[in-house]
């Protein structure tokens, strides 16, 4: 299954630094490579099968199947995220599985999430970045929190994840995330879905979220951040600010810049 593709790694605080593009691609498998043999404990697969019997025994209500308390892939991500701990996993997966079938995470569709959609407020491109990163990106200036149905932007943002990670090339683990925030105003803000967005992430994809590119951000931004930043923990440090000019000559080719970067 795409959208839960692993990869033998623990997650990592790497943010890439500007390369050639020649040696992108060679530079990021060598890292992966490096992190792949010091990550993995040699009974991970017992690891696997504790927190199985455990989910079974304490959480037999649970759904099985794709994204179920027996998906071995799923159940190792979450073992990965939780350095190992049987414990932690077992409460941290049965909680993301729960959701899922809370949120009707499987029934998502492009018809069920149509209108907020046509809004063109967030999109996954087609391609990838230069570190071959599924791409997602939001346009904070056409948010209107004041118009706009909450559940329906929920809806459209858990999609999207998913999109994004079934577009996951084999042996990858990761997305980027792209905020354009040029004419962003206060009438855009809304620190709630923000703070969503980042929970998601957090609890039910961990491990999922790369980087995050703040681009062009206004002073008006500033406020919103200091205020989200704390409730973020450990993602917070994901997040770069940087311009449209850094994420055309860092992330992408010529032939890839998104079209909203090319006016």
Same mark, same amino acid.
């Given at each position: ?10 997650? =990592?605080?790497?943010?890439? &630094?500007?390369?050639? #593009? /020649? ?30 019997? !455990? ?6 209500? +649970? ?15 979450? +073992?990965?995220?939780?350095?190992? *701990? ?7 997966? $049965?909680?993301?599985?729960?959701? !899922? ?7 998502? *569709? ?9 809004? %063109?407020? $967030? ?19 056409? =948010?209107?929190?004041?118009? =706009?149905?909450? /559940? ?11 999109? $994004?990670?079934?577009? +996951?090339?084999? %042996? *990858? ?9 040029? %004419?962003?105003?206060? #009438? ?14 957090? =609890? ?6 790369? #980087? ?10 500033? &406020? ?5 930043? &704390? ?5 917070? /440090? ?16 010529? /032939? ?8």
């Amino acid at each position: 299954m795409a959208a839960m593709r692993l990869c033998p790694s623990l997650r =990592h605080q790497f943010v890439p &630094p500007p390369l050639h #593009q /020649s040696n992108r691609p060679n530079r990021l498998r060598n890292l992966s490579s490096v992190r792949c043999r010091i990550s993995e404990p040699t009974d991970s697969l017992k690891l696997v099968t504790d927190v199985k019997e !455990r989910l079974e025994n304490d959480h037999h209500n +649970l759904r099985v199947g794709m994204y179920g308390k027996d998906e071995e892939d799923m159940i190792l991500w979450f +073992l990965k995220d939780r350095k190992f *701990s049987v414990e932690d996993a077992v409460s941290k997966l $049965a909680k993301a599985i729960k959701w !899922r079938e809370e949120f009707g995470v499987s029934e998502l *569709s492009k018809e069920s999430v149509r209108t907020a959609a046509e809004t %063109g407020k $967030a999109f996954v491109l087609d391609f990838h970045d230069v570190y071959d990163r599924p791409v997602l990106i939001v346009v904070a200036s056409k =948010h209107f929190p004041a118009k =706009h149905n909450p /559940s329906e932007d929920e809806k459209l943002c858990v999609f999207l994840i998913e999109k $994004a990670l079934s577009k +996951l090339p084999a %042996g *990858s683990e990761e997305i980027l995330g792209i905020f354009d925030l040029r %004419g962003f105003g206060a #009438q855009n803000a809304d620190l709630k879905f923000f703070t969503f967005v980042f929970d998601v992430f957090y =609890h039910y994809y961990p491990r999922r979220l790369g #980087q995050v590119l703040f681009v062009d951000a206004p002073f008006v931004f500033k &406020p919103i951040w200091q205020l989200a930043k &704390p409730l973020l923990k450990s993602y917070a /440090s994901l997040v770069r600010y940087c311009s449209v000019e850094d994420v055309k000559k860092e992330y992408f080719t010529e /032939s890839t810049i998104p079209t909203i970067f090319r006016d």
